[in-house]
């Protein structure tokens, strides 16, 4: 079975479940995922991250954004 195969499956199952068993079923996810992944950041997300912590970048573009809406609302 491949990887596209699995997935439908698993979407057929969880469809067809109800109330707590749907609940056990994300807690179990929820728990064998982060007990397998490093919580690493991707490239993309550590670069978004590195943008909001930017504080005068963010300011910088607070101000474009509104002397933008301003010229547009004239």
């Given at each position: 079975m491949n990887d596209a195969e699995?997935?439908?499956?698993?979407?057929?199952?969880?469809?067809?479940?109800?109330g707590v068993?749907?609940?056990?079923?994300?807690?179990?996810?929820?728990?064998?995922?982060?007990?397998?992944s490093k919580n690493d950041l991707t490239e993309l997300e550590l670069g978004y991250k590195a943008m909001s912590e930017d504080i005068e970048r963010e300011v910088h573009a607070s101000e474009w954004i509104e002397g933008t809406l301003n010229i547009i609302r004239l």
């Open positions: 699995i997935k439908l499956q698993l979407i057929r199952i969880i469809d067809s479940q109800e068993v749907l609940l056990d079923w994300l807690n179990l996810l929820q728990s064998k995922i982060q007990k397998n």
